[in-house]
């Protein structure tokens, strides 16, 4: 067998390091192993030999099967992209399950494995046939042959962790991807169906879940789905192969699935199908979607989508492929609801009765979007001479434990799911007489068709709030406790008797950064040329100012080269303009995305310095002064990170000092919570003292 090579890179992706810290290694340990190949400039390693240094001498902890496996995949960059890797190392375990002969034998050809694809799920090969090489690079090689070896015990487990990894890095921005609490969600307003239609599956989360339903419940469910993405197609097919062969070793058999790849609403794949539910999460601000060769299309019983109305043409595209009795949850963004090209296409849904909910989905609960997106709830439209019953609106307000560091967990995903669930039976079964509740309202259609047709729940819930003096004074006592509670947060201060910071010598970051004690992440670099490129999650220096989600999206064309630069838990994140200096530990919701243009992390070694005390150390008002460097007036100062200097303090004395920090930092992002909701609130309660609602209290 061929000797097993790695890159200087792929050594850094290994064991979590930059690349410099591998050159560095390299100079220091005279063990480090040599070269085997390659050149002076992009030398090459033996895989196994570095894999074994590394543990000797404690660079990587020992992995797991899965974290083995995903460690070749990273490796693979640039040689194939990350879903592409992942699909390689799906189909190499589907390729050793499916094999009679289980003994070692010799790794298979990409035209081997192609071949025995065909005869096990031709679909799956033809999906999987653009990504194969002519044959294996080094790095598909090693992740082949341990994708073989994890495919006899953790096939199914080991591939689904390796996709949500995959999802987790590339945020689903490029294959739509609705994770599974969102998929639950959506899947609980169609009920039990017998068959469904994901026009846009992306990564298949939707039928997974769904499949997955089925079989808990014992339902013979037909599954069609169709995609512009050949990767994703075979992700999908990959998953359900691997789960058709465990379910036949326990001597079950799962429903037959059909994806077919499409060019969005050009091209239906399944133009006669009809179908029990259509649940999907289509693409957003798509104007070349077809408008032009589209106009006369059958599928636009509602109004003929304007260009910019693209996702309007999805709901009809829905509502087309439904049974008599069906019904379509599609996640829609928040635009769709309020703008002015789609109001005649919104006022047919609603005076024809197909349109049944709209439901707004709090912040962070869809990974893939900064903002809360809407399910829209749609049937086949009413006879004519019936009267469309009344629309339900919802807005789940409904925020994180302070602990979760601002991020939406499994179980607030569960929370909130129960509410979605309850409210939508409950109407269901009695629209005239629905009880309306905190997050959920009915509304007349009469009350829905005037000039806007504006289907923003809010705009319901504020015209049926703004004259609930109870609610006014509710928010009044929260606020009048969150107060008392920033105020009982307050770091207890007093003079110092001596100056621990100011008297302690201080070091360059620089000269860290030159010790192994930190690195310093910058932005991945993008190529301009590369206008496919897929867009992921990035953190702006708004972001880092504010404590908020990730609100930009950068092009990376190979997102998994930029592993380095994606932010970690502990992260210091750093503008790197302006004036005066701020640096905040990363949050909960921003771990996990990409560092945006003007933005750098100090990645610390733990134990060595607190993360905490050195973002509070470097927004010392000279710092500025310090490290800036004059750019023109309009932009201000472009800092010097590396001439950052922090004082050498004991870890302790760091860790007390630290925490005042964070608690100053929590305490100016709760200010300027208290200042917005303050603001509304203010307003409100005006508005209820001049409705007579409210009074003062003597």
Known sequence: MAQRTITATAIAKMAGVGRAAVSNWRRRYATFPAPVSGTSANPLFDA??????????????EAS????????????????????????AGAAMLYRSTRTRRSPERLPTPADLLKHLVTHNRDLADAIRAILPSEWTAQQHNLVRVALDIAVTHRVDAFAEITSRMAAIRSAAALAYAREPVAQIMLDLVGKPSSILDPNCGLGSIIQTALRRATNDRIA?????????????????????????????????????????????????????????????????????GHEKLGYDPRWAFGIPPRTESELAWVQHAIAHLSPNGRAVLLMPPAAAARTAGRRIRAELVRRGALRAVIALPRGLIASTSVGLHLWV?????????????????????GPDETSGGRLTASDADVIRRRVAAAWQAFESQPDTFARNE????????????????????????????VNPTDVLDDYDDLTRLLAAISAGLPKLRIAQRSQLGDASTIELGDLVRSEALTIQRPAPRLRDDIAADTVPAITAQDVLAGAPPSGRIALPHASEARNTVVREDDVLIPLLGQPVVARVATTEQVGAQLGPGVCAIRIQPGVLDPRFVAGALMRTDSARTTGRALPVTTGLRVEVKRFR????????????????????MLDAQLRRVAVQGSDLVQELLAAIAAGTVEPNH
């Open 439 to 466: 997050d959920f309202y009915t509304a007349p259609a009469i009350d829905v068709l005037d000039d806007d047709v504006d289907l923003t729940p809010r705009r319901y819930l504020t015209a049926e709030a703004a």
């Open 646 to 665: 922090v004082p050498v303090l004991p870890i302790d004395v760091q860790r007390s000092f630290g925490e005042v920090f964070a608690q100053l930092t």
């Open 221 to 289: 469910l037909q599954c069609l789905g169709q995609d512009t993405s050949p990767t994703a197609i075979a992700l999908t097919l990959v998953w359900w192969s691997l789960r058709s062969v465990h379910a036949a070793a326990e001597g079950l058999s799962l429903p037959a699935i059909q994806i077919k790849q499409s060019r969005f609403l050009l091209e239906d794949t399944f133009p006669d199908a009809v179908v029990d539910a259509v649940v999907s999460y289509p693409p957003f601000a798509i104007h070349d979607w």
């Open 65 to 88: 099967p899965v974290d083995n496996l995903w460690r070749w995949i990273e490796s693979c960059q640039p040689a194939t992209r990350l879903p592409e890797a992942v699909c390689l």
């Open 378 to 398: 749609l049937t086949r439209p009413v006879p004519a001479d019936e009267p469309a019953s009344p629309l339900l609106f919802g807005e789940i307000n409904y």
């Open 48 to 61: 196994d030999v570095v894999e074994q240094w590394l543990r000797d001498n404690r660079k990587i902890a």
